[in-house]
């Protein structure tokens, strides 16, 4: 069955560094996501792509973040300098249409920020 | 931001017996509601959803009820077993005409099925 993979899948990094997430959506989808997931919060929306561009983003998605798709099969989530405040779970989703769609998430990857 | 809510944080079920997960939202906007299962450190996985023109979905053992005029969803997993033990999110979207539609996800509800 089709799955959502992402790496790495835990990532350590000190505070004002960049890192870059990296997520392989299911082949044929075309609509991708990145949400994250703060310890004992909820699971929040971050930004969606669609097309090579950015569709929607929330306001947790300032100027220190960015997506990316740089070929066929990836898609990036890039934090500047990230924060103590960036220390997440981060999923990557993909859906093959919009309206009723189902989005298929990824494992996560788990942020820490030192 | 609390558009979406899972007003019970965990529910204890026997084995065999009926789980019920509740979910209210109060975006009226909202026509299409997912349930998701979680385990922890994975990804969410999807377990049904339901459009707002139907009242009710069933897969196998789980089935999901909307009632639109309440504002309010439920899972039904029956019969419960062990396996099911997770965290259970509902989550919500709308279609605004946008390219993508983003999903709205409630706190979640930790269930626990006794053997």
């Known amino acids: 069955e089709p799955e959502v993979t992402q790496t790495p899948s835990h990532q350590v990094t000190q505070m004002g560094q960049e890192v870059i997430l990296r997520c392989v959506p299911i082949s044929n989808h075309l609509y991708f996501y990145w949400y994250r997931q703060i310890l004992g919060q909820k699971v929040e929306f971050l930004v969606s792509?669609?097309?090579?561009?950015?569709?929607?983003k929330s306001e947790i998605f300032d100027d220190q973040f960015s997506v990316e798709r740089p070929d066929g099969s990836n898609f990036t989530l890039k934090i500047r300098s990230t924060k103590l405040e960036d220390s997440a779970m981060y999923f990557c989703?993909?859906?093959?249409?919009?309206?009723?769609?189902?989005?298929?998430f990824g494992p996560g990857t788990r942020l820490t920020v030192l | 931001d609390q558009q979406v809510k899972q007003n019970s944080p965990s529910l204890s079920v026997q084995e065999g017996r009926i789980s019920i997960l509740n979910c209210d939202y109060t975006?009226?906007?909202?026509?299409?509601f997912l349930w998701y299962k979680k385990y922890p450190a994975e990804g969410p996985t999807f377990l049904i959803s339901i459009s707002s023109i139907k009242d009710k979905n069933e897969d196998g053992r789980f089935t999901v009820f909307l009632n639109k005029s309440a504002k309010h969803l439920s899972l039904h997993i029956v019969p419960s077993q062990p396996g099911d033990s997770a965290v259970y999110f509902c989550a919500a979207s709308m279609n605004y005409g946008g390219a993508t539609n983003k999903l709205i996800f409630g706190t979640g509800t930790l269930l626990a099925v006794q053997p």
């Open positions: 975006n009226s906007m909202f026509d299409y």
């Open positions: 792509f669609y097309n090579n561009e950015i569709s929607e």
């Open positions: 989703a993909s859906s093959d249409r919009v309206g009723t769609d189902t989005q298929y």
